[in-house]
């Protein structure tokens, strides 16, 4: 597989600028224009993409309320997995006039497919990207469906096991797919940052040999800059115009302000990041004057002795190194020299000497 992603265009790598995406989700609360809002303040927040979720209550799941079908352990106690649905999903209708949108403010569009039909939808929309959530990680089908449509393939490895994320790569890869990033991601709602355990984005990365990121859902600016530092090239992280309006997801997304602050929180860290580089950097030069070397600290007569007391190492850089202490010490002066002369091999009876003769060949 390439060791890289091309959405849209721009292509998405491990040490390259991270692909931020502003998820909406259930965000919109059914409202189109709180939806067209969302759209905006992503752009306004940095994010390089905004991404939906395509699907009906009845693509998901059955209109059942048996116990199998009922929420328990989660924010979303107490509802059916239908019901919870019907609140969260995204009308079809709006995609395109969103997606348009988003395309007149420079932000790329896509969406996560939750079955068939939805690919085929958002295949008809011409997205540049294919996100697989969490839970359908492990749907074979429907990897294989979205493999064969050749776009690249953003796939959230929550639950899954390395074995079963061996098998989505790999059924990914055999139904004609190159490009997959693997988003590690902790399958809570809200989730603690003791749970996103980072240190396996570079694991991933080191043995898949495929770019890496984080899906987010903590409350936690820090985290995706960790993620960042780690290796991650795409962050996902939920956005909501404001957690006050009560929507499935407004318990785990960033504000827009928020959501700001992580996207120049992780640009500072990607400057930050650099290379690898020993030595002085262009900005560290001006101050390499201030580092410590060797100076006459007392007046020293010609032929005296230079000993600790009257050559030290002190500050600023303009002498001998201080390594060079040893082979001084105990040496004579070739000159009067006043308290305050950085040290050089030409202030040395002997060493003197010797560049005269050089100078002047031999005798």
Same mark, same amino acid.
């Given at each position: 597989m390439d060791p890289y992603l091309n959405i849209g265009g721009r292509r998405v790598e491990p040490g390259g600028r991270a692909y931020i995406v502003a998820e909406m989700s259930a965000n919109h609360g059914q409202e189109f224009s709180r939806a067209e809002a969302i759209v905006r303040a992503a752009k306004d927040a940095g994010a390089d993409a905004i991404k939906l979720q395509t699907?009906?209550?009845?693509?998901? /799941?059955?209109?059942?309320?048996?116990?199998?079908?009922?929420?328990?352990?989660?924010?979303?106690?107490?509802?059916? %997995?239908? @019901?919870?649905?019907?609140k969260a999903y995204t009308p079809w209708e709006w995609h395109a006039p969103l997606q348009a949108l988003a395309r007149g403010l420079g932000l790329d569009f896509f969406s996560t497919a939750f079955d068939d039909t939805a690919v085929e939808f958002l295949e008809r929309l011409q997205v540049p990207v294919h996100k697989v959530a969490s839970f359908e990680?492990?749907?074979?089908?429907?990897?294989?469906?979205?493999?064969?449509?050749?776009?690249?393939?953003?796939?959230?490895?929550?639950?899954?096991?390395?074995?079963?994320?061996?098998?989505? =790569?790999?059924?990914?890869?055999?139904?004609?797919?190159?490009?997959?990033?693997?988003? =590690?991601?902790?399958?809570?709602?809200?989730?603690?940052?003791?749970?996103?355990?980072?240190? /396996?984005?570079? &694991?991933?990365?080191?043995?898949?040999?495929?770019?890496?990121?984080?899906? &987010?859902?903590?409350?936690?600016?820090?985290?995706p800059v960790a993620a960042?530092?780690?290796?991650?090239?795409?962050?996902?992280?939920? %956005?909501?115009?404001?957690?006050?309006?009560?929507?499935? @997801?407004?318990?785990?997304?960033?504000?827009? *302000?928020?959501?700001?602050?992580?996207? @120049?929180a992780i640009r500072v860290a990607e400057q930050a990041l650099?290379? *690898?580089?020993f030595g002085p950097s262009k900005s560290e030069e001006p101050s390499r004057v201030f580092r410590r070397s060797l100076f006459v600290v007392k007046p020293v007569k010609a032929g005296e002795c230079f000993t600790a007391q009257n050559v030290r190492s002190i500050r600023p850089g303009h002498g001998l190194p201080p390594r060079e202490l040893e082979r001084i010490l105990g040496r004579r002066?070739?000159?009067?020299l006043e308290a305050g002369t950085p040290m050089s091999w030409d202030l040395i009876a002997d060493e003197a000497t010797a560049e005269t003769r050089h100078a002047n060949g031999p005798s």
């Open positions: 699907y009906t209550p009845d693509t998901l /799941t059955l209109h059942c309320d048996r116990e199998p079908f009922k929420i328990r352990g989660t924010a979303w106690d107490g509802s059916t %997995l239908y @019901d919870l649905y019907a990680n492990v749907d074979l089908p429907l990897l294989r469906r979205i493999a064969r449509t050749g776009k690249p393939v953003l796939l959230s490895t929550g639950l899954a096991t390395r074995e079963e994320l061996e098998e989505a =790569k790999q059924t990914i890869q055999d139904a004609g797919g190159r490009q997959l990033a693997f988003l =590690k991601c902790t399958s809570a709602y809200p989730a603690s940052p003791a749970d996103a355990n980072l240190r /396996t984005i570079p &694991d991933l990365a080191k043995s898949f040999g495929i770019p890496v990121g984080l899906s &987010d859902h903590t409350l936690e600016l820090a985290v960042v530092a780690l290796g991650a090239c795409v962050i996902e992280k939920h %956005l909501t115009l404001s957690r006050a309006i009560p929507t499935p @997801d407004s318990g785990f997304s960033l504000e827009p *302000v928020e959501f700001r602050a992580m996207v @120049d650099g290379t *690898v580089q002066a070739a000159y009067d």
